[in-house]
């Protein structure tokens, strides 16, 4: 094994990141593993940033730039919500962001997803990949943890979800990514945007179902190390 790593090389910055409609909202999560290569450097961090009172936003790639974008386009509608005296609609705030995405993809390296209510379209998704594209969906979902989740929401999303089965499924949909991919991890944390406001939700580790060959939480490695081997198989 070769551990003269070089630290200037570029590094694999990856997340899970979902956004899915429901009869009456949205709802947005991720997980909270933020890497550095091959080093975690937040186990817990935050990826869903409120933009306004009614629209928020993933992000995955770098961190710098997602966080740079958001708070242009935070500052932006707050000043368009002063001009205008009502909120901004999440299309407005979708379409800021691809502005800036798109003038500046030469130097940014993010993908975002858009999510919110308003009273003129209700709730609504909008991805925003790496380039600028702007792509209203029912439900999209970004970082390199997605590559694992594109057939299981081809079989699991239906129209017409409740609240509870929207964010079940995103739940559910964040765990199996973090039992697949090795840059995505930590605690999910969820998002639920509708009329009657917003509602955040907090799912820590080892509260989440475990997927495939997963080992149970423990608090310490003495626990793995001290725990009784597995009986051999009768046949």
């Known amino acids: ?87 901004a ?28 209510w308003d009273k003129y379209e209700g709730g609504k998704i909008y991805g925003v990949p790496l380039g600028g594209t702007l792509v209203e969906q029912p439900f999209t979902i970004g970082g390199s943890g997605s590559s694992y989740l594109y057939g299981f929401f081809d079989q699991a999303w239906k129209e017409g979800m409740t609240k509870d089965e929207a964010e079940q499924l995103v739940v559910k949909a964040v765990s199996l990514a973090i039992a697949r991919d090795g840059a995505s991890g930590g605690v999910v944390r969820t998002v639920i945007i509708n009329s009657e406001g917003v509602t955040r939700n907090f799912y820590p580790g080892d509260k989440l179902p475990l997927w495939h060959e997963e080992l149970e939480p423990q608090n310490s490695l003495l626990d793995i190390l001290n725990a009784p081997s597995p009986e051999p198989m009768n046949i």
């Open 1 to 87: 094994m070769d551990l003269n790593m070089n630290v200037d090389a570029p590094h694999s910055m990856g997340t899970t990141i979902i956004g899915v409609t429901y009869d009456g909202g949205v709802v947005l999560g991720a997980d909270s593993r933020t890497s550095t290569g091959m080093y975690v450097a937040n186990r817990a961090s935050d990826k869903i940033t409120q933009l306004t009172d009614n629209v928020y936003v993933c992000r995955s790639g770098s961190a710098a730039d997602s966080q740079i974008v958001s708070d242009y386009v935070r500052y932006f509608l707050h000043q368009h919500t002063i001009q205008l005296g009502q909120p």
């Open 89 to 116: 609609t999440v299309k407005v705030a979708a379409n800021l962001i691809r502005l800036l995405s798109y003038n500046n993809k030469n130097m940014l390296q993010t993908g975002l997803i858009v999510g919110g």
